[in-house]
C-alpha cells in the first residue's frame, strides 16, 4: 500500500482476494516460495498517453489514456476498455487484477488486462466520439495484438466506439485483426457478445438457486444500472419467469411494482442505447411505475430497501454498502448476484457472507462476457461465425462449469457455499501453477 498511495480500489481487490487465498497459501509452501503473492500483485505492464483529439467546435482537448497488463502467465492479455470520467490508474489496476482471475475461471487460456481513458462519451457526438477513438488507438495500436492483448468492452464503450478503435487499428496496420471483440456483425463480431454477460449472470444465478432446489419463476428481483449488462441481464431474467422491479442510471432509479416486461424492456433499449436518453422517461411512458431522483447526501440507495427474493448489482464498483446490504438483508433477499465488477463494498460482502444467502462475486458471475469474448477469438481465426444457438449453448456450458469449478474449490478449502472463497481459490491456483511453470520471468 505504501508503494502505491491512494490506489483505494486496487488495494480492495487485491485485499479480498489475498484474504480467501491465505489459508491455501499456509498449507502449501510453494505459494510461498518464488514471491508470488508480489508477481501477481503487480502489473507486468502499465502505459499511461496523453489523447488529444478536436472537438465539433474546432477547439482541443485533451484526456488520458490507460492500458495495464496484469498477467499473462495463462494467454495472451484480455480486458475491457472503460470511457468514463471516473476512470484512474487505481480502478484500471483493479480492473485488471479481477480480470486475472475472472479469464481463469472461463477455462480459456486468457491473461488478465485493462485499459480506457477519463473521456466521456456522454453528450459528444459521432464525429467526436470518433475522433477520440482514433487518437486513443493511434498510440494503444503498439501495445496490442492477437496473440498479445485483446481489447474487449466495457462502461462507455459499446459497438460504436469498438466499430471507431478497429477501423483506425486496421488503418495503421493495414490488417483486418482480431485485436478487439465485441465487434458489430458486420467486422465479425460474434452473435450474443453484445448479450454474453448479462445472460451469463442469470445462467449463473439459475444455478445458485438450484443448489437450492429453486429456480427464478417467480423471483423478484432488484436490477441497478441500464447499460449493457443491466439490459441483457433483465432479458434472461424475464425470460427464465422472474419479476423485474428496478433498473437505474447515475441520475435515480425507476421501480415498477407491476414488472419491467419484456415490452417495456424493449423501450428502455431503445431510450438507452439509440436515444442515449435518461431512465427518469420511462416513467413519462408507463405512469405506474415510480422515478426516484439520486440523492448523493443519503448513506445508502433507497432502490436496495425494496423488498425482493434478488438483487443484481449491475452498474458500477462499490455502489451497494453495508447499510444497502442490512436493507436487503432485512427484506429477505435469498440471492445477491454481481453483474458489476466490485459492486458491493468489503462490509457489505460480510454481510452476505455472515448472514449465508446465496453470494456470489463478479469475478464468476459475470465472466460470460469474456468467455464470449473468447468464442468471437475463435470465431475469427477460424474465419467462421456459429450461430446463435450454438455461442448461446456455449455460453450456458461455461457458466455451469464455471459456477461448478466455485462451488468445488470452496468446498474443498473449506468454506462449502462460499464462492467468494471458491473463485478467488480457483483462479488463484490456475494463474499461479502456470507462473510457477514458467520459471522466474
Ligand atoms: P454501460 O456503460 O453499458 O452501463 C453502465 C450503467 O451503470 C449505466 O446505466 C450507468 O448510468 C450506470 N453507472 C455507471 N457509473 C455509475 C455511477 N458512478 N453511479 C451510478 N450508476 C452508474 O456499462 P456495462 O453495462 O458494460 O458495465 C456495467 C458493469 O459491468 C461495470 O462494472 C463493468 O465493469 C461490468 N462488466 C461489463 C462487461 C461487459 O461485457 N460490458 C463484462 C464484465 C463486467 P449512466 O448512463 O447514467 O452513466
Not at 248 to 277: P, T
Not at 351 to 372: E, M, R, S, T
Request: charge should be negative; charged fraction near 25%; aromatic fraction near 8%.
Amino acid at each position: 500500500k505504501t508503494k502505491n498511495p491512494g490506489e483505494h480500489e486496487f488495494h480492495q481487490a487485491v485485499d479480498k482476494v489475498l484474504a480467501s487465498v491465505q489459508p491455501l497459501i499456509d498449507r502449501h509452501p510453494e505459494y510461498r516460495q518464488e514471491a508470488v503473492l508480489k508477481r501477481i500483485t503487480e502489473p507486468e505492464k502499465v502505459f499511461m498517453f496523453s489523447v488529444p483529439w478536436v472537438d465539433d467546435q474546432g477547439q482541443v482537448q485533451m484526456n488520458r489514456g490507460f492500458r495495464v497488463g496484469m498477467n499473462s502467465a495463462i494467454g495472451p492479455y484480455v480486458g475491457g476498455l472503460r470511457f468514463h470520467p471516473s476512470v484512474t490508474l487505481s480502478i484500471m489496476k483493479f480492473l485488471a487484477f479481477e480480470q486475472v482471475f475472472k479469464n481463469a475461471l472461463t477455462t480459456m487460456n486468457m491473461g488478465g488486462a485493462c485499459g480506457g481513458s477519463d473521456f466521456n462519451p456522454k453528450g459528444k457526438s459521432d464525429r467526436e466520439v470518433m475522433r477520440f477513438c482514433q487518437s486513443f488507438m493511434a498510440e494503444l495500436h503498439r501495445h496490442i495484438g492477437p496473440d498479445k492483448d485483446i481489447l474487449t468492452a466495457d462502461i462507455g464503450v459499446g459497438t460504436r466506439e469498438i466499430g471507431y478503435l478497429f477501423g483506425m487499428y486496421k488503418k495503421i496496420h493495414s490488417e483486418f485483426a482480431g485485436i478487439l471483440t465485441g465487434k458489430s456483425l458486420t467486422l465479425g463480431g460474434s452473435l450474443i457478445r453484445p448479450e454474453a454477460t448479462g445472460y451469463g449472470l442469470a445462467y449463473f444465478a439459475g444455478q445458485m438457486l438450484k443448489t437450492q432446489n429453486q429456480t427464478l419463476e417467480g423471483k423478484t428481483c432488484l436490477i441497478s444500472g441500464s447499460g449493457n449488462v443491466a439490459q441483457h441481464a433483465a432479458e434472461k431474467l424475464i425470460e427464465m419467469g422472474a419479476k423485474v422491479l428496478t433498473l437505474s442510471d447515475s441520475s435515480g432509479y425507476i421501480f415498477d411494482e407491476e414488472g419491467i416486461d419484456a415490452g417495456k424492456l424493449d423501450y428502455i433499449k431503445r431510450l438507452k442505447n439509440f436515444r442515449r436518453g435518461r431512465i427518469k422517461e420511462y416513467v413519462n411512458k408507463y405512469s405506474e411505475a415510480l422515478y426516484v431522483e439520486q440523492d448523493t447526501t443519503l448513506d445508502h440507495q433507497p432502490m436496495w430497501d425494496i423488498a425482493a427474493d434478488c438483487a443484481f448489482p449491475c452498474a458500477t464498483q462499490n455502489e451497494l454498502n453495508a447499510r444497502d446490504a442490512q436493507h436487503l438483508l432485512k427484506n429477505k433477499v435469498t440471492l445477491v448476484c454481481e453483474g458489476a465488477d466490485m459492486p458491493c463494498e468489503p462490509e457489505a460482502m460480510e454481510c452476505f457472507l455472515d448472514a449465508k444467502i446465496l453470494y456470489a462475486p463478479g469475478k464468476a458471475a459475470n465472466a460470460g462476457g469474456v468467455a464470449v469474448s473468447a468464442l468471437e477469438m475463435a470465431q475469427n481465426s477460424m474465419r467462421l461465425s456459429w450461430p446463435r444457438q450454438e455461442v448461446d449453448d456455449r455460453l450456458k456450458t461455461i457458466m455451469k462449469n464455471i459456477h461448478q469449478t466455485c462451488l468445488e474449490a470452496a468446498e474443498e478449502h473449506g468454506f462449502p457455499g462460499n464462492y467468494v472463497a471458491g473463485a478467488n481459490i480457483a483462479g488463484f491456483v490456475k494463474v499461479v501453477d502456470a507462473m510457477l511453470d514458467q520459471g522466474v520471468i
